[in-house]
């Protein structure tokens, strides 16, 4: 077999059997097959697309590249929640401590920022001693003793995911259906989660800009998922603005607190609690949305989800005692404000353009090997819908140094929208999708 040959057979839109696209996996894993034919084939894979067989060997094989986490002796039952990434998106710092406050075990295995998308390990990295590097036997005792742990992905944990993840990056394949497909889920079932709730995120923020490229890959992670033997749920939930009012590693962290206090902005607690129920309703934990949201409600109010939260950070090495004394104040001293240009109301706050210039101050990263910052970011005061008035403060926007800001602001002076009148209710829940 001839990595040149299955190159052609995808180019030319024929379909791969399984030993032909475990070559081309084993191959790059081992070194066999050099950058350059994998990159033509991630490309024809792009443009050609891969059928529904294709993908469920493809994602499988990446599985099987490397260990899978043994959760033995770990009671269960076992749940994970995926979002395809956004901007201000902290719910997995808020759902996991909800979700194991309602009895369910959350092994949630996460990424870093990438592009202008936010990265769960580094907002919870921005805690001071926080930990994500963990063994798998760390990560097994810490899922039993909290009922969640936060990790990223190790060399030996899909290997191929890592690789291909990275080659995607640089060769404008990020987008295609069945390779995000297989990423995701290859990473989730090696984490060791037997039910699956995705988030797949749908605007100008998030990487599937439009509802149907939204719904082709919900489908795909749903079908797939399936396909494997998994419960799984796809939410399709709007990404047209930041998501709540804080946007910034440790500011997002922040946020956390606020929502697991009771006291989070509306769209995020909307997002998280829907996410968090069905998580419950596909562990057998509730009959139906209603009733999980309940449960999840009533895990805030009692504070349980905010006592598993800060026994993790303690667990993963966090310092509590600089954690809460950093709260409201670990801030960059190179900040301005962003002001209403016109009176009306803000009829727009763009996710991509905010996101972007997130990059700028140092919230997120242009390369892999570039820092990431955690008193950077923004503070909103009003967002869409709110009526203002000329010169109203809209944000506070903080970033590693005034080169910085003055290459963000032409871009978060863009992303914000004044109009004369009120614009509709956002939709955050756009469709679900459920193979439970």
């Known amino acids: 077999m001839r990595a040149v040959d299955v190159i052609m057979k995808k180019r030319d839109g024929g379909e791969l059997s399984r030993e032909e696209i475990a070559f081309m996996i084993s191959g790059y894993v081992d070194g066999g097959i050099p950058e350059y034919q994998v990159s033509a084939w991630l490309m024809s894979v792009?443009?050609?697309?891969?059928?529904?067989?294709e993908t469920a060997d493809l994602t499988e094989l990446m599985l099987r590249s490397g260990d899978v986490m043994d959760l033995s002796g770990v009671p269960g039952p076992f749940v994970d929640k995926h979002s395809t990434g956004g901007v201000g998106d902290k719910v997995s710092l808020i759902l996991a401590p909800i979700a194991a406050a309602c009895g369910v075990k959350v092994p949630m295995m996460s990424g870093?920022?990438?592009?202008?998308?936010?990265?769960?390990?580094?907002?919870?990295?921005?805690?001071?001693?926080?930990?994500?590097?963990?063994?798998?036997?760390?990560?097994?005792?810490?899922?039993?003793?909290?009922?969640?742990?936060?990790?990223?992905?190790?060399?030996?944990?899909?290997?191929?995911?890592?690789?291909?993840?990275?080659?995607?990056d640089v060769t404008a394949t990020v987008e295609s259906v069945p390779l995000i497909t297989a990423s995701i889920l290859s990473k989730k079932v090696a984490e060791g989660a037997e039910s699956l709730v995705f988030d797949i995120k749908c605007g100008s923020g998030a990487f599937m800009k439009s509802f149907p490229d939204a719904r082709r890959l919900a489908e795909s992670l749903v079908n797939t998922g399936k396909a494997m033997g998994k419960?799984?749920?796809?939410?399709?939930?709007?990404?047209?603005?930041?998501?709540?009012?804080?946007?910034?590693?440790?500011?997002?962290?922040?946020?956390?607190?606020?929502?697991?206090?009771?006291?989070?902005?509306?769209?995020?607690?909307?997002?998280?609690?829907?996410?968090?129920?069905?998580?419950?309703?596909?562990?057998?934990?509730?009959?139906?949305?209603?009733?999980?949201r309940r449960l999840c409600e009533a895990a805030v109010t009692d504070?349980?989800?905010?006592?598993?939260?800060?026994?993790?950070?303690?667990?993963?090495?966090?310092?509590?005692a600089r954690m809460d004394r950093?709260?409201?104040?670990?801030?960059?001293?190179?900040?301005?404000?962003?002001?209403?240009?016109?009176?009306?109301?803000?009829?727009?706050?763009?996710?991509?353009?905010?996101?972007?210039?997130?990059?700028?101050?140092?919230?997120?990263?242009n390369t892999t090997a570039d820092p990431v910052y955690p008193d950077v970011g923004f503070v909103f005061e009003r967002k869409t819908g709110d009526a203002v008035a000329s010169g109203d403060l809209v944000a506070r926007v903080y970033g590693k140094d005034e080169a910085s800001l003055a290459a963000a602001r032409p871009l978060i002076e863009g992303a914000l929208k004044v109009g004369p009148a009120a614009p509709p209710p956002r939709k955050l829940i756009l469709e679900e999708l459920t193979a439970l």
């Open 46 to 53: 792009f443009f050609q697309g891969m059928t529904s067989r």
């Open 112 to 168: 870093r920022a990438l592009g202008h998308t936010g990265g769960t390990l580094d907002k919870l990295e921005s805690i001071p001693g926080y930990r994500t590097n963990l063994s798998p036997a760390e990560f097994r005792d810490f899922l039993r003793a909290d009922g969640f742990a936060m990790t990223g992905q190790t060399a030996r944990v899909v290997p191929a995911d890592k690789k291909l993840y990275a080659l995607r």
């Open 231 to 292: 419960r799984i749920v796809g939410v399709i939930s709007d990404m047209s603005e930041p998501l709540g009012r804080k946007v910034g590693n440790f500011f997002e962290v922040e946020e956390s607190i606020d929502c697991l206090s009771g006291k989070g902005p509306q769209d995020l607690m909307e997002i998280t609690y829907r996410l968090a129920a069905w998580l419950l309703v596909a562990a057998g934990k509730a009959r139906d949305p209603d009733e999980a």
């Open 303 to 320: 504070g349980r989800a905010m006592d598993l939260f800060r026994r993790n950070v303690r667990t993963q090495g966090g310092d509590l």
């Open 326 to 365: 950093l709260y409201g104040h670990h801030r960059s001293s190179h900040s301005f404000e962003l002001r209403a240009p016109a009176s009306g109301f803000i009829t727009g706050l763009d996710a991509y353009g905010i996101g972007l210039a997130g990059v700028y101050l140092g919230v997120g990263r």
